[in-house]
């Protein structure tokens, strides 16, 4: 049980160094920003990047789950190559018309996010093209999970990170870009990570097709993708709602509160990376029962002392990061911590439905709490 739990905790602090590092610098550079960024930027950089997390959750259509899933149900060499194969070329073919139809529409789709106004139409366009591109990129890192890499996904995701803060800095404050300059960044470091990742790609890339094997990962995949969809609701369709009643100025307010709220998230993100490897290689021991319920219990304690510190530090930590003007976003630090938790302990207790295939419940609860 030891060595179990410190297998795990290795991934959790390999995936989860390098992002939290630069996340860590992103929080302390927020004052900055607020400088060359106004209340009605941020407004809409919220609504983008909430457009840009459904956007992912359907480029992907659960299929980033299904090859965590069946990857290593896999042969090595010719099935394993034609599992990613397939998925790669129906990526590339429905993923590839979305993006056109986006493009086409995007000038009538920003008129309708942005009051009226088409002042962010660029960086729409660019967060399309970076979410069709990055929707390709889970294959290598998958890779890198499934094979016990995790030193090389986190230098890979550090380098890109760090990449982002140094480019958003030149691109919003030396350029004066704006919210154009945060997706001019997340573009252009797109195209130089996907040369790097190729090393992972290549022995998996081959012109072949297999129907069945499509029809494998679908139907793993598709009862996630609602699901998925319901699960960023939660997060995204409250902030999409609140700014058709609201200004993007208070939005914007909003926003900074959210992402103060978010320091749970650090310990969520790198956890869920290490943890879907763990179970799926743990799952096969005869003791993965009791491995997994104490691993369990222990990742839930953390959430807990991370979510009562966020609220205890919530009123300190506003007054501290940013301007007065953005005091009202007191009251929502604590509210998205307390919703962060219980996201953890959602993805700590669903995973029998994946390694049971029984993903078609997935959307059952989700759904509906969603719609409430």
């Known amino acids: 049980m030891r060595a179990q739990l410190k297998h795990l905790t290795t991934g959790v602090v390999v995936y989860g160094v390098g992002d939290v590092a630069v996340q860590a610098i992103n929080f302390l550079l927020l004052p900055l920003y607020l400088r060359y960024l106004s209340p009605h930027d941020y ?3 919220l609504i ?3 457009v840009e997390a459904l956007l992912k959750l359907v480029n992907r259509w659960g299929l980033d789950g299904a090859f965590m899933r069946y990857f290593l149900d896999r042969d090595e060499g010719a099935p394993r190559a034609t599992f990613a194969s397939t998925i790669m070329a129906f990526l590339a073919v429905v993923d590839g018309v979305l993006l056109v139809v986006g493009l086409a529409g995007s000038s009538w789709l920003a008129e309708r996010l942005f009051d009226g106004s088409t002042a962010y139409v660029t960086a729409l366009r660019l967060m399309l093209l970076n979410s069709f591109l990055l929707a390709f990129t889970f294959l290598p890192f998958h890779v890198m ?6 030193r090389a996904y986190s230098a890979l995701t550090f380098a890109r990170s760090a990449g982002q803060v140094v480019l958003r800095l030149i691109f919003i404050i030396h ?3 704006g919210v154009t300059g945060v997706y001019v960044t997340d573009l252009l470091l797109t195209l130089l990570l996907l040369p790097f990742l190729w090393r992972w790609v290549r022995p998996l890339a081959r012109l072949s097709f297999s129907l069945s094997e499509l029809k494998v990962a679908l139907r793993f995949a ?4 609602p699901s998925g969809l319901a699960q960023q609701g939660f997060d995204a369709g409250n902030k999409l709602l609140f700014s058709r009643f609201a200004p993007l100025g208070t939005l914007g307010v909003y926003n900074n509160g959210f992402t103060l709220g978010t320091a749970v998230k650090f310990f969520i993100a790198a956890f869920e990376t290490a943890w879907a490897p763990f179970y799926y290689q743990t799952v096969r021991r005869p003791d993965a029962p009791r ?7 222990y990742s839930a304690a953390v959430l807990v002392l991370l979510c009562a510190g966020t609220a205890a530090i919530a009123r300190d930590l506003v007054q501290l990061m940013l301007t007065p003007q953005y005091q009202a976003a007191i009251p929502i630090v604590p509210i998205i911590a307390v919703g962060l938790a219980f996201q953890g302990l959602y993805l700590l207790t669903s995973i029998g439905l994946n390694v049971t295939s029984r993903t078609e419940f997935y959307p059952v609860t989700t759904i509906v709490a969603a719609t409430v």
């Not at 999970?145 to 995790?150: D, E, F, K, V």
């Not at 491995?291 to 219990?297: S, V, Y």
């Open 43 to 45: 407004g809409a950089l």
């Open 48 to 50: 983008l990047t909430s």
């Open 145 to 150: 999970r499934l094979g016990n890499q995790p």
């Open 175 to 177: 350029f004066g870009l």
């Open 222 to 225: 598709l009862p996630r993708l």
């Open 291 to 297: 491995t997994l319920a104490k691993m369990t219990t």
